[in-house]
C-alpha cells in the first residue's frame, strides 16, 4: 500500500512562499489524480489543488494564480510551489488521492503558519 510523506512546511510571513513535497512509498503513476488538501483549525480538510498524472491541473478559487501544483511520477514525488501566501492560508497540508477508489491511508501532513 501506498504511504505518503509531507514536508516543507514551515512559518513564513504573508507574502511569501514554500514549496511543499510529497513522497510516496511506490509508484504513484497508478492513481490519476493526487491531489494536496489542507485543514485549518476548527475546519474539514479541504482540497486545494488537483493534478492528474498527465499533468492537468485544477485549483480551489482560494488559491488559484497563487499556488502550483506539479508532480514527477518517476520520482514518486508530488509538489505544491505556494507564493503569495495569505494569513488564510495557515493550514496542515497533506497529499492524497483526488479521485473515486480507496485513497491511501493520510499522512501526518506539514505545518504552514502565515503570520507576521
Known amino acids: 500500500q501506498v504511504q505518503l510523506v509531507e514536508s516543507g512546511g514551515g512559518l513564513v510571513q504573508p507574502g511569501g512562499s514554500l514549496r511543499l513535497s510529497c513522497a510516496a512509498s511506490r509508484s504513484i503513476f497508478s492513481i490519476n489524480i493526487m491531489g494536496w488538501y489542507r485543514q485549518a483549525p476548527g475546519k474539514q480538510r479541504e482540497l486545494v489543488a488537483a493534478i492528474t498524472s498527465g499533468g492537468k491541473t485544477n485549483y480551489a478559487d482560494s488559491v488559484k494564480g497563487r499556488f502550483t501544483i506539479s508532480r514527477d511520477n518517476a520520482k514518486n514525488t508530488m509538489y505544491l510551489q505556494m507564493n503569495n501566501l495569505k494569513p488564510e492560508d495557515t493550514a496542515v497540508y497533506y497529499c492524497?488521492?483526488?479521485?473515486?477508489?480507496?485513497?491511501?491511508?493520510w499522512g501526518q501532513g506539514t505545518q504552514v503558519t502565515v503570520s507576521s
Open positions: 492524497n488521492r483526488a479521485e473515486d477508489g480507496v485513497a491511501p491511508p
